[in-house]
């Protein structure tokens, strides 16, 4: 299973909006609504931002939205600020009850 | 709250295997799935495998098998992770993290450890 591919960075200014893409096959994200979006600060665990390609989990900030197109989830951040800057990984259900992680993207508040 | 404690750091040499505890507070303990998940230094996550408390059952990644032992203990509420044939690309944080629907498997994981540093090296 080969990992999900993502930007290694984006960047951008405070208050600006940007996206994160995730991009998988046929067999993975193009196949199930099971895509999800974790932030890690240095040095933390993993924090679950975005889970069914879309939801939030009670008390992630509603400037954090998902979205999906064929093999391809999109990971948004509107109103950016500096404690956005993080990295951030995309997951998704593989079929046969596995996996797969993205690349992962290095998000940089300008 | 839900809390998922993880063993200290170990230090291993190649060839060693190594047994990692995952100790989840604040819910029912046979209730979610228990994934492994790995991260090398400056690198990505890698999803290594799950494991069912209630059942015992278990799937590994394809890069894993053979080395790799998921296994819980229902009595003390605890999980492990056996990796063995320990190489120096197995240096990472392994971290254990819950699946987030009950008696679901959804590869959705909402709650994680701190994880645990494994070092390989002669």
């Known amino acids: 299973q080969s990992a999900l591919t993502q930007p290694a960075s984006v960047s951008g200014s405070p208050g600006q909006s940007i996206t994160i893409s995730c991009t998988g096959t046929s067999s993975d994200v193009g196949s199930y609504n099971l895509v999800s979006w974790h932030q890690q600060h240095p040095g933390k665990a993993p924090k679950l931002l975005i889970f069914e390609v879309s939801k939030r989990p009670s008390g992630v900030s509603n400037r954090f939205s998902g979205s999906k197109s064929g093999n391809t989830a999109s990971l948004t951040i509107s109103g950016l600020q500096a404690e956005d800057e993080a990295d951030y990984f995309c997951c998704s259900y593989a079929g046969r009850s596995t996996g797969v992680f993205g690349t992962g993207t290095k998000v940089t508040v300008l | 709250q839900i809390q998922l404690g993880q063993s200290g750091a170990e230090v291993k040499k190649p060839g060693a295997s190594v047994k990692v505890s995952c100790k989840p507070s604040g819910y029912s303990f046979t209730a979610f799935y228990l994934h492994w998940v790995r991260q090398a230094p400056g690198q990505g996550l890698e999803w290594m495998g799950w494991?069912?408390?209630?059942?015992?059952?278990?799937k590994y990644a394809q890069n894993f098998q053979g080395r790799v032992t998921m296994t819980s203990d229902t009595s003390i509420s605890t999980a492990y992770m056996e990796l063995s044939s320990l190489r120096s690309d197995d240096t990472a944080v392994y971290y254990c993290a819950r699946d987030y629907k009950e008696s679901q498997l959804w590869l959705i994981f909402d709650y994680w450890g701190q994880g645990t540093l494994v070092t390989v090296s002669s």
């Open positions: 494991i069912n408390p209630h059942s015992g059952g278990t």
